[in-house]
C-alpha cells in the first residue's frame, strides 16, 4: 500500500511514487502491446464485422449482413470440418507422443542430454524451413515416407495430391513440434519426488500401475495446461497449410486461419473475415470452458 | 566522495536526456532538409513493382534513362518481393499507395471499378505517339484496357501466351515433324495425341496402346499440359469456347470449354501421354530439366518460359510451336499493366513515367531476354526485330509467331472483379479434381455456377 505524503517538505516525487512510475514504466511495452495489437484490433474488428470493406473502397455499413452468411456458407463448414478433425487427431496424438518421449528421455544415462537436445531440435526449425522439408518428405515418387510405405507393401500414396490423405499428412506433420511439449514434461516428470515411486514398489505395483496412480495424477496439472494450449494452437493452424498446400488439394485442408486470411486478403471481404476471427474466438472460449469443466475436475494437485 | 558521484550522476542523465533530444532533433532536421530540396525543383513519383533479379534489373535501367530524359522528375521504384497485391491492398487502404504501380491482370478491374486508377484515355488519344492508330496492335489492346465505356485506366505492358516447347532430337529420333506456328504446321487435336503417343514411352519401349504397355513407369511422356487457369484458357479458346464471357462470368460450363477440359483431363487418364500433377511434382524436376534429360517430348508453357527454356539454357536443340487447334486455331494472351494510382498527387509525371513504360525502351529489355512479347507495333517490323531478337535465346520461329501467329489468333479479354476469389474458391478446386480424373462435366457446371454467384456480387 503506498502512502502518499501531503505534507512532504523535500521537493520531488516520494521514493514510493518514483518506484510506481518506475513499475508502470516497465510493464509499459507489455500493456501497450497488449493494447495496439489485442485490445483494440480486436474492438476494429468486432466494429468491421458489421460493414463490408475491400481495402480500396472505404467501408460500408451493412448491419448484420455479415452473420447471415456465416449460416449460408459452405466452405466455412468445409473449414471447420477440416479444423476440427484436425485438431481432434493432432492434439491426442502429439501429447501422447510428447509424454511417451519425456519419459524415455528421464532414463539416466549417460549422454541422455544430447538426445534431449536431438528431440527438442526440430521444434524451433523456422516454419518455412520445415514446410520445405516436409512437401519432400511427402513427395509422391521420392518422398522418404512412401518409400517406408512401398518396402511395408503398400501402394504409392499421393499425401498433397488426394484429399483423403491430406488430413494425415497434416497430423503426421503436427508430430514435428512435440518438442515443445516434451521439455515441459521432462520438467514435470523430473519434479515428481522418487519416494513415491519407491513407496509404489515396496508396495508391489507394476510399471503401468505407477504410471497410473503416480505419474499421471502428479502430471495432470501439466497435462492439462499443454491440453488447453495444444488444442488452442491446433485450431489455429496456419503456416504449414499456407505454405505446402494453400488450402488444397480441393479445399481439404482450408483451415479456419487460412481461410479467415484467403477471405480478408484474396477475396477482400474484411468485414465478413471480422466475423469469422471473431467466430474462431467464441469457438476457444468454449472449448476451453468445456475442457476446463470437464477435465479440470480430474487434475490432481497436491495442495 | 558522495557529492562528487551525486554530482556525476545528475550531470550523467542530463547528459543522457540532452544527447536523445538532439539526436531526435537531428533526425528530424536532417528530413525536413531533403524534403525541402526535393520540394524545389525536383518532383519524385514513386513506382511499385514485383518481379525477379531480371525485371529489377530492366526497371532500374529504365529509370536511368527516363531520369535522364525528364531531368525535374525523380522515380523511386519499390521493388515488392512476395505478396505483391495484398501489400498493394494495404497501401491502398493505409492512404499510402503509389503514384504508379504494376497491376496484375487479375487485380486491374477490381481496382478500376474501386476507382483506385487514373483514367488516362485523353492522355492517351492526345500523345503524338501513343495516340497514333495501331501503335498497339490490335483489337487486343482495347479489349484488355479499355473498359465498357473505352476509357483506360492502365497500359499493357506486353503479351505472354502459352505455346509449345518441343525437344527437337526427340521429334529427330522418332522421325516426325515438329509444329510450328504457321498454318500448315499447326497441329489438329487428333494428330497432336497420335504425336503425343508416338513420343511417349515406357520403361521397355513400348507406346500406349501397344499390348503391355506400362503406364506406371513412363520413361519420356509425350506431352506435359499443366492444369492452371491460363494453359486451360489456351485449350478452351482453341476450342471455340470463352474463359470469360462478355457479361464478366465464367465460361466454363458451356459445352465447347467441357470438351475441352476433358480432353486436358484425358491426355492424363485416356491416352497416358500426359504426367499427373502428383507424378509431375513426385520427380521433382523443372520442366526445362524434364525436356533436357528426355523425360517429356513437348511441354505446353507460357512464353515467358522462353527466359529459362531456350536454345542456350538447355543442352538438346528444342524449338517452340503453335498449341493444337481443336475448333479454331487459338491461344490465350493476357499481361500485367502499368497504372497511375487515382491518389497520386503528381499525375502529370505519374502519366509521363507510364507513358515511358509503352514506349520501346523499356518493352525491349525483356523481349531480349525470351520474358516478354511486344505489344508495340513499332517493335514488330523487320527493323523492331533486329532490335530485341537474340541469338541463342528466340528461335527461328520466334519471329512468325509475334508478328503473324499472336496477333492473328490470340484471344485476350479483361479478367472481371471479383475473379481471384472466386477462382481461390470454386475454380481451382475445380481444377484440381480434373487432374485427379474426376470426368469435366461432374465437377465444372457446379462449380462456375459458385463462381458465378461470386462474380455478379462482385460487379454490384
Known sequence: ?303 | MSIMSMNNRISRRKFIKLLGTSAAAGAFLSTSDLMKAYAQNVTTISFRGWGGVEEDAGVRAAIEVFQEENPHIRVEWQHIVADYAMVLLADIAAGTAPDTAFVGSEQYETLRQGGMLLDITDRIRNDPLLGQPGYFFEPQEAARSADADGRWHGIGSCWVAPHIFYNAALFDEAGITPPGFRDDQIWDWDTFVEIAKQLTVDHHGRHPGDAGFDRENIQCWGVNWPLWWIPIAAAVVANGGKFFTEDGLSGLDSPEALEALQRLSDLIYVHHVAPRGAALEGLGMPIAAMLDTNRLAMAVDGSWALAWINPTALTVPMGTGALPKMAQTATYMQAHFHSALAPTRHPEEAWQWVRFLATPFYQTQFLKIGLWLPSQTALLTEEGMAGWLTEGIHPDSHAYFVANYLPKYGVTGRIPPGWPEAATDHIAPAFEALGLGTPAEEVFPDAVRRANEVLRAAQM
Not at chain 1, 505524503?5 to 516497465?26: C, E, S
Not at chain 1, 449460408?72 to 491426442?92: E, G, N, R
Not at chain 1, 511417451?100 to 544415462?109: G, H, K, P, V, Y
Open chain 1, 1 to 303: 500500500m503506498a502512502i502518499w505524503r501531503t505534507d512532504r517538505k523535500a521537493p520531488g516525487l516520494t521514493l514510493v511514487q518514483r518506484r510506481t512510475i518506475i513499475g508502470y514504466i516497465f510493464i509499459a511495452p507489455f500493456i501497450l502491446g497488449v493494447i495496439l495489437w489485442w485490445l483494440l484490433p480486436a474492438a476494429v474488428a468486432a466494429h468491421l464485422s458489421l460493414h463490408r470493406w475491400n481495402l480500396i473502397s472505404p467501408p460500408r455499413f451493412v448491419g448484420l449482413d455479415n452473420f447471415e452468411r456465416l449460416f449460408a456458407d459452405p466452405l466455412l463448414m468445409q473449414s471447420l470440418h477440416a479444423t476440427f478433425i484436425f485438431t481432434i487427431f493432432s492434439v491426442p496424438i502429439g501429447l501422447a507422443f510428447a509424454f511417451f518421449l519425456a519419459s524415455l528421455l528421464t532414463t539416466r544415462i549417460r549422454g541422455i542430454a544430447i538426445f534431449r537436445t536431438i528431440y527438442f531440435l526440430p521444434s524451433i526449425v523456422p516454419a518455412v524451413a520445415g514446410a520445405v522439408l516436409w512437401a519432400w518428405i511427402f513427395n509422391t515418387e521420392f518422398g522418404l515416407l512412401n518409400v517406408i510405405v512401398r518396402e511395408l507393401g503398400g501402394p504409392r500414396i499421393a499425401w498433397l495430391q488426394d484429399p483423403n490423405w491430406t488430413m494425415a499428412a497434416f497430423i503426421i506433420l503436427s508430430t514435428w513440434g512435440v518438442g515443445g511439449t516434451m521439455i515441459i514434461y521432462l520438467a514435470g516428470l523430473q519434479g515428481i519426488p522418487t519416494m513415491y515411486y519407491e513407496a509404489a514398489d515396496i508396495d508391489g505395483a507394476g510399471r503401468w500401475a505407477k504410471v497410473r496412480h503416480i505419474t499421471l495424477p502428479l502430471m495432470s496439472p501439466i497435462i492439462f495446461f499443454t491440453l488447453i494450449l495444444g488444442l488452442i494452437g491446433s485450431m489455429q493452424v496456419f503456416t504449414s497449410a499456407f505454405l505446402i498446400t494453400n488450402g488444397g488439394p480441393q479445399n481439404a485442408t482450408l483451415f479456419l486461419v487460412l481461410y479467415i486470411y484467403r477471405m480478408a486478403f484474396q477475396s477482400l471481404h474484411m468485414g465478413y473475415a471480422a466475423v469469422l476471427s471473431w467466430l474462431l474466438f467464441f469457438i476457444l472460449v468454449v472449448l476451453s470452458l468445456i475442457v476446463f469443466r470437464y477435465f479440470g475436475r480430474r487434475v490432481y494437485y497436491e495442495n
